[in-house]
C-alpha cells in the first residue's frame, strides 16, 4: 500500500512539472500551493527514511561500567621519606633563626638616620620619624681621627632632648622664630658635645650636628634645600613629645646599614 502511494506521489509531480512547463504562466497564480506542496513532500521523504532506517539498525545495548579495579594510592608516605621531610624542615628553621640574630632592625628609635652617601667632605642621609620618611639630611664627613668642626659623629643609638643651655645660636633663632624654645641635642655622643639637629644647608653651616630639608640639590658643593619649614614641622613635633615627658631616641645608620639590617636576610 505504501509503495502505490509513493508511485502515485511520485506520477503527481512528474504531471505537475509537465503542467508547468507547458504552461509557465501557472507558476506566479498557484507558486504559494506549490511551496507548501513541496514542504510535504520535503516531510514525507523524511518520514519514510526514518521508518526505513529503524527497520534496518538495532539499538545497542548500553555499555557496562569496567570492572578492572585501579591501583590504589598510598594513604601515608613512607617513614623514611618522612624523617627526610622533617630534617629539612628543621634545617631550613636553623638558617632561617641564624640569619635573623645576624640582622638588626633600623627603626630602633623616635627618629631614624640611614646615612647614604659620603663624597669626602659632605654625608647625605635620609631621616625617619616613627618609621615614616620625613626629611633628607645632611652632616659632615666619616674621618677616622676626628676633626674638630669637620667631623660627623659615630652610628649609634642615643638620647635625643633639650639641651637648656642659653646660648648666642639659642639666641639667634628664638629672635627669627617666637615658636623656638630650647635647641634639640644629641645627648652622650662619645667625644662629641653639644651636637644638635638644625637648620642649614651645606657642611659649612655644621660642625658635626645634623642638618635637616625638605629637598636635595643636585649641584655642588653638596647642599640640602628648603631647610626653615622643614625643620619648623620637626621641632614642633619633637617638642612636643618631651613636653609630655615622652623618651625620644635618635638611630643613626651608616651607609652599610642595608647589609646589617634584616633587609639583607630577604
Known sequence: ???????????????????????????STIWLYLVGFIGYIVALGEKGFRSVKKAFIKDEPPKKPSSAVLPQLKKTPDSAEVDKLEQKIHQLEGQLGAAQQEGKPLAAGTVTVLRYMDDGETTLGLLFL????????????FRVEKVKHETRIPAGKYQ???NRQVTPMTER???????????????????????????GNTHSDTS???LIADGVSAGL??????????????????HGLLQT?????IQVHDEDWIKKSKIATI
Request: glycine share 2%; proline share 4%.
Open 173 to 199: 633663632y628664638r629672635h627669627r622664630m617666637p615658636w623656638f624654645d630650647f635647641h634639640l641635642e644629641i645627648k652622650d655622643v662619645p667625644d662629641f658635645s653639644q651636637i644638635c639637629i638644625h637648620i
Open 245 to 249: 615627658n615622652e623618651q625620644v631616641t
Open 160 to 162: 635625643l632632648d633639650f
Open 1 to 27: 500500500m505504501k509503495r502505490f502511494v509513493g508511485l502515485l506521489v511520485v506520477a503527481m509531480v512528474l504531471v505537475l512539472v509537465l503542467v508547468f512547463i507547458t504552461n509557465p504562466e501557472l507558476i
Open 130 to 141: 616613627r618609621n615614616k620618611f620625613f626629611a633628607y639630611t645632611l652632616e659632615d664627613t
Open 208 to 210: 658635626g650636628c645634623v
Open 221 to 238: 658643593p653638596r647642599s640640602i634645600v628648603q631647610s626653615t619649614l622643614t625643620y619648623e614641622k620637626f621641632y614642633k613635633i619633637i
